[in-house]
């Protein structure tokens, strides 16, 4: 009889101490072991784990588990990692080892080959509809920008008025003085350290540093 590790895992610290989730994963995980005829050795948990941390201790101990004509089994994808790329790898150092990937929700088993070749493609599909989105994202950003739309905190410069980015007269000086130090050959550190020296606050910070000077001065460039 082949043997099936699996895995289990909720995100937040209430549903761990529920236990809800779990339990139900665990159900769908054992019927499926049962139904394929597939030895349960055990299942690995992570309770209150995000699914973005690819160092969590019961993952690791289950695919360590794994092994030849065994199956690491969970309830959905989205359990074992919210990255193509790091599922990628964990499908490979699987079939490295001889062993298979199950998810229940998505219905994949890559015991068949049906199943291996539905996995390949739900990972290009989801790398193709991040990759979609990071370009409206980046498309979107740049008509604000184009518009002086306020897109994100308000810059070191400008005043937000509305939904709009307007110049700020005063801190505009700043801007001005500070390239002009710069074009005199001033270090960032020195010009960091003579707009603390006369009192001049930056946007947020509780004063200047020679990381945000240079983010400005890359800004203004």
Same mark, same amino acid.
């Given at each position: 009889?082949?043997?099936?590790?699996?895995?289990?895992?909720?995100?937040?610290?209430?549903?761990?101490?529920?236990?809800?989730?779990?339990?139900?994963?665990? =159900?769908?995980?054992?019927?499926? !072991?049962?139904?394929? &005829?597939? *030895?349960?050795?055990?299942?690995? !948990?992570?309770?209150?784990?995000?699914? @973005?941390?690819?160092?969590?201790?019961?993952?690791? #101990?289950?695919?360590? #588990?794994?092994?030849? &004509?065994?199956? /690491?089994? !969970?309830?959905?994808?989205?359990?074992?990692?919210?990255?193509?790329?790091?599922?990628?790898?964990?499908?490979? *150092? /699987?079939? @490295?080892?001889?062993?298979? /990937?199950?998810?229940?929700? *998505?219905?994949?088993d890559t015991t068949t080959a049906?199943?291996?070749?539905? %996995?390949?493609?739900?990972?290009?599909?989801?790398? %193709? *509809?991040?990759? #979609?989105?990071?370009?409206?994202?980046?498309?979107?950003?740049? $008509?604000?920008?184009?518009?002086?739309?306020?897109?994100? $905190?308000?810059? %070191?410069?400008? #005043?937000?008025?509305?939904?709009? %980015?307007?110049? &700020?007269?005063?801190?505009?000086?700043?801007?001005?003085?500070?390239?002009?130090?710069?074009?005199?050959? !001033?270090?960032?550190?020195?010009? =960091?350290?003579?707009?603390?020296?006369?009192?001049?606050?930056?946007?947020? =910070?509780?004063?200047?540093?020679?990381?945000?000077?240079?983010?400005?001065?890359?800004?203004?460039?």
């Amino acid at each position: 009889m082949n043997k099936a590790i699996g895995y289990i895992r909720v995100s937040t610290q209430q549903q761990a101490d529920e236990g809800v989730s779990l339990d139900a994963q665990r =159900a769908k995980i054992e019927a499926w !072991c049962l139904a394929n &005829d597939y *030895e349960l050795s055990r299942i690995h !948990c992570d309770s209150g784990i995000s699914g @973005s941390k690819s160092d969590r201790a019961g993952l690791l #101990q289950a695919i360590a #588990q794994t092994g030849q &004509d065994t199956a /690491l089994v !969970c309830y959905s994808l989205s359990r074992l990692t919210r990255s193509t790329k790091d599922m990628l790898h964990l499908s490979e *150092e /699987l079939s @490295s080892k001889g062993a298979n /990937l199950v998810s229940l929700t *998505e219905k994949i088993d890559t015991t068949t080959a049906s199943g291996k070749m539905v %996995f390949r493609m739900l990972a290009v599909l989801n790398e %193709f *509809e991040r990759d #979609q989105i990071a370009e409206r994202t980046k498309t979107a950003l740049s $008509h604000k920008k184009a518009n002086q739309d306020a897109y994100n $905190h308000t810059p %070191f410069g400008y #005043q937000r008025v509305g939904n709009k %980015f307007v110049k &700020d007269v005063g801190e505009s000086k700043v801007i001005a003085l500070i390239l002009r130090k710069r074009k005199k050959g !001033c270090s960032i550190r020195a010009i =960091a350290d003579e707009l603390n020296s006369q009192g001049i606050k930056p946007k947020k =910070a509780a004063k200047w540093n020679p990381s945000s000077v240079h983010y400005l001065l890359k800004r203004a460039a």
